[in-house]
């Protein structure tokens, strides 16, 4: 079993709120992610639930009991920071077993469990070496082992990869979505990377400044966010968000240029990826605007084109592109991908 259950959860510090009213279901074996920016909450949150932070209002239930109260030892959960915290002068194995050690587990049993810790994270040939021995992802492992030694309910993960490079990361992912498949644990997982985020979780919860913008999977969020927040927080590059107007079965964009509206309730944004915008001849598109800058990333190139908003417009063609800067585009937006946003925010709805 490996159940949580947030419900109105509170926290605070003196005066000030930083987590308000957090109502959240986390079933047996998902793998859950929070993200957000700096200063929404979401390590905070994780500690919460770890025990680490006192929960000022609300209540905690693990496996349908309530633990809200309970010290972090009496939870069932193991926590991985981004700091390895690794004891320089024991091996791996004795530092994937200490805590079995402290808790008076025979010698007999921690070495089945660590082998066994081992076995799964591929730390077999480095069990007698020593942290300083390793590289960062081996000791991101052995921190990670450290953890499942301990047979725990669920993990919590503190941006585990946020002091690895960038080819250690994907690594390190892979090793991670892979422990998931095999153990079936409940994972929660914290981080401010929208791959990580995409390519880990069954389910992200956006959190915004302590509340939760939104819920669901990364496919959910990305081609239906509920809100202009989680449109622009969740995609890489963000959505392109265009001021508009909206009136008689129409759209109608500040800088020019107009399309069918079909939804209810009354729009001031129009939001589209930029890799759903198609590149025109000028006048036969919703919008023109001139070419700023090119990225040529390889399987990718960005165009950043000024249409007169406030904000430039990107778009993401395949490949390379004959497109040089100062050329005058028109940009063609298909309806089937456009979002639409009322004054307080919110996505419209169909009507």
Same mark, same amino acid.
């Given at each position: /079993?490996?159940s949580?259950e947030?419900?109105?959860?509170?926290?605070w510090?003196g005066?000030?709120?930083?987590i308000?009213?957090?109502?959240?279901?986390? #079933?047996?074996?998902?793998?859950?992610?929070?993200?957000?920016?700096?200063?929404?909450?979401?390590?905070?949150l994780l500690?919460?639930?770890?025990?680490?932070?006192?929960?000022?209002?609300?209540?905690l239930?693990?496996?349908?009991?309530?633990?809200?109260?309970?010290?972090?030892?009496?939870?069932?959960?193991? /926590?991985?920071?981004?700091?390895?915290?690794?004891?320089?002068?024991?091996?791996?194995?004795?530092?994937?077993?200490?805590?079995?050690?402290?808790?008076?587990?025979?010698?007999a049993?921690?070495?089945?469990q660590?082998?066994?810790?081992?076995?799964?994270?591929?730390?077999?040939?480095?069990?007698?070496?020593?942290?300083?021995d390793?590289?960062?992802?081996?000791?991101?492992?052995?921190?990670?082992?450290?953890?499942?030694?301990r047979?725990?309910?669920?993990?919590?993960?503190?941006?585990?990869?946020?002091?690895?490079?960038?080819?250690?990361?994907?690594?390190?992912?892979?090793?991670?979505?892979?422990?998931?498949?095999?153990?079936k644990?409940?994972?929660?997982?914290?981080?401010?990377?929208?791959?990580?985020a995409m390519?880990l979780?069954?389910?992200i919860?956006?959190?915004?400044?302590?509340?939760?913008?939104?819920?669901?999977?990364?496919?959910e969020?990305?081609?239906?966010?509920?809100?202009?927040?989680?449109?622009?927080?969740?995609?890489?590059p963000? /959505?392109?968000?265009?001021p508009c107007?909206?009136?008689?079965?129409?759209?109608?964009?500040?800088?020019?240029?107009?399309?069918?509206?079909?939804?209810?309730?009354?729009?001031i944004?129009?939001?589209?990826?930029?890799?759903?915008?198609?590149v025109?001849?000028?006048g036969?598109?919703q919008?023109?605007?001139?070419?700023?800058?090119?990225?040529?990333l390889g399987a990718?190139?960005?165009l950043?084109?000024?249409c007169?908003?406030? #904000?430039?417009v990107?778009?993401?063609?395949?490949?390379?592109?004959?497109?040089?800067?100062?050329?005058?585009?028109?940009l063609?937006?298909?309806?089937?991908?456009?979002?639409?946003?009322?004054?307080?925010?919110?996505?419209?709805?169909a009507?």
């Amino acid at each position: /079993m490996g159940s949580i259950e947030l419900k109105s959860v509170e926290k605070w510090f003196g005066s000030a709120q930083v987590i308000k009213g957090v109502d959240l279901k986390i #079933e047996e074996g998902e793998f859950i992610v929070f993200v957000g920016p700096s200063g929404c909450g979401k390590s905070t949150l994780l500690r919460m639930i770890g025990g680490l932070e006192d929960i000022s209002r609300g209540s905690l239930l693990i496996n349908d009991s309530d633990v809200t109260d309970h010290p972090p030892s009496k939870r069932g959960l193991t /926590m991985v920071f981004q700091s390895y915290a690794l004891y320089p002068h024991l091996t791996v194995a004795e530092n994937m077993g200490f805590s079995l050690k402290v808790a008076g587990v025979q010698k007999a049993e921690i070495d089945r469990q660590v082998s066994k810790a081992a076995d799964v994270l591929k730390l077999g040939p480095f069990l007698e070496r020593r942290p300083k021995d390793l590289s960062g992802g081996q000791r991101q492992r052995v921190a990670i082992g450290r953890s499942i030694v301990r047979d725990p309910t669920a993990f919590l993960f503190d941006e585990p990869l946020s002091n690895l490079d960038a080819a250690l990361r994907v690594e390190m992912r892979y090793e991670i979505a892979k422990l998931h498949q095999n153990l079936k644990r409940t994972m929660i997982y914290v981080t401010h990377d929208q791959v990580e985020a995409m390519t880990l979780a069954d389910r992200i919860v956006v959190l915004e400044y302590g509340t939760i913008a939104q819920v669901g999977s990364p496919r959910e969020l990305y081609e239906r966010p509920a809100n202009l927040f989680v449109a622009q927080f969740i995609g890489s590059p963000k /959505m392109n968000i265009l001021p508009c107007k909206t009136r008689n079965g129409r759209y109608e964009l500040e800088q020019g240029g107009s399309g069918e509206f079909t939804l209810s309730g009354e729009a001031i944004k129009l939001g589209i990826r930029p890799e759903h915008i198609s590149v025109v001849a000028p006048g036969d598109g919703q919008s023109d605007g001139v070419i700023e800058v090119i990225e040529y990333l390889g399987a990718d190139t960005f165009l950043i084109i000024d249409c007169g908003a406030e #904000e430039k417009v990107t778009v993401r063609l395949n490949g390379d592109t004959d497109l040089t800067p100062g050329t005058k585009v028109g940009l063609h937006f298909p309806q089937e991908s456009l979002h639409f946003f009322d004054e307080s925010g919110q996505a419209l709805g169909a009507k």
